[in-house]
């Protein structure tokens, strides 16, 4: 069986799946460096259509960049409400290439929250 990383985004200000949210995958060298992988934008359920690594994974440290300060910042006529948030870094470590790592977050204007999923 080989690992896949996917990822969605919930809007938790306004109980609705995160829209339109361009997310980064960066794979994070023992020198500490980030080195960029891929790029996607959720789509209209919160997900991105395929996973981000699906048969590459490998072990190792890996960072997901949710771009959540353009997302509020696309409907601020609406809401009013700025968030604190520019770029939302989640950085974790795949120990199993051969497991689904579901990396999600849960955002509002001002605060996030993250979990392992399934």
Same mark, same amino acid.
């Given at each position: ?6 990822? *969605? @985004?919930?809007?938790?200000?306004? &109980?609705?799946? &995160?829209?339109?949210?361009? @997310?980064?995958? $960066? ?8 080195? !960029?992988?891929?790029?996607?934008? +959720? ?14 994974? +490998?072990?190792? +440290? $890996?960072?997901?960049?949710? *771009?959540?300060?353009? !997302? ?27 497991? *689904?790592? *579901? @990396?999600?977050?849960? @955002?509002?204007?001002? &605060? $996030?929250? +993250? !979990?392992?999923?399934?």
């Amino acid at each position: 069986m080989a690992g896949k990383l996917t990822t *969605h @985004v919930l809007d938790t200000s306004r &109980g609705i799946p &995160g829209r339109s949210m361009k @997310v980064e995958l $960066y794979f994070i060298e023992s020198t500490g460096e980030a080195k !960029y992988l891929a790029s996607a934008q +959720t789509n209209d359920d919160g997900r991105l259509d395929a996973p981000f690594l699906e048969g590459e994974l +490998t072990t190792g +440290t $890996y960072e997901l960049r949710f *771009h959540a300060g353009e !997302y509020f910042e696309s409907f601020l006529n609406e809401t009013g409400i700025r968030s604190i948030w520019d770029v939302i870094p989640l950085r974790f470590d795949v120990a199993n290439d051969e497991e *689904h790592y *579901h @990396v999600p977050l849960l @955002v509002a204007p001002g &605060g $996030y929250s +993250t !979990y392992r999923g399934s």
